[in-house]
């Protein structure tokens, strides 16, 4: 082979390569970070782009699409000092290529780590029953918190989602206890609330009973006053009326005796005769 043959294929293999290392195709949702001689020159956008060879070499491929970031689970103290667990994902999207590659070493681990101690910075301000309720709040206050730190780094916080904050185990357990002593407090109040409604109402009860026996008394009272009176009207002597009335009880009084099942032996007053007679000789007389 001669030659100068050699040396026209040597020219256009070096042409080749030369073509090859200087014209580049971006992918869609890509941008290339190109270096001269170690020193930032351009940024390479979709679509075909032509550097100088040798001179110029692609340092970073910086995709420009949504990146998810998934944010290891980790512990939390809350400020009454209950443990949770929490965890989250993070949506993040490279505005800036040179500041995302020159801003910082590397971004993506960067915003886990921003994200983990801000987070433990809202819940730590939080009592326990505010963080577990309190997801929608978190995440606004985690996302408005890490934004200018992330815009300094040329990234764009989309949205900050947070997956789990619920107690440790050995909250959980603490939980339970607390909450079957909560149940046992309020059986145990309940019973006695009514244990005293029902002192309260049989005390109202007794005293109804109580004032209704006085009225019945009062109004037997009465009767048998208005009763005597007629018959005093009726005789016109004060005793009669009254001896009339005794007799009249001391009979009532042994027809009950009398009825009982359990009597065996009647029991008669000794001066029943004399009052009967006294009776009634002073209805003769009258």
Known sequence: MEI???????????????????????????????????????????????????????AYKVVTKDIILDVPEQEVITRDNAVIITNAIAFIKVTDPVKAVYGITDFAEAIRNLV?????????????DAALSSREKIKARLREMI????????LTIKSVEIQDVKPSESMVKSME??????????????????????MILGAEGRLESA???AIAQVTLAESSSQAIQKVANAVGDRDTPMLYLLGEKYIRALDRIVA???SKIVLLPADLQDAVRGILGKARSA
Not at 147 to 154: F, H, P, Q, T
Request: proline fraction near 2%.
């Open 4 to 58: 100068g043959t050699i040396v026209a294929v040597a020219i256009l293999i070096f042409a080749a390569v030369t073509v090859w290392k200087g014209v580049r195709i971006v992918a869609q949702g890509e941008e290339w970070i190109v270096e001269r001689f170690g020193k930032f020159n351009q940024t390479l956008h979709p679509g075909l782009s032509i550097i100088i060879p040798y001179f110029d070499k692609v």
């Open 211 to 213: 004032k209704r026996d």
């Open 116 to 128: 983990q101690t801000t987070l433990r910075s809202i819940i730590g301000e939080m009592e326990l």
């Open 260 to 262: 009982s099942d359990n």
């Open 177 to 198: 206890l607390q909450a079957a002593a909560e149940r046992e407090r309020k059986a145990v109040v309940t019973k006695a609330e009514g244990e005293k409604q029902a």
């Open 147 to 154: 934004s200018d730190e992330a815009i300094d780094w040329g």
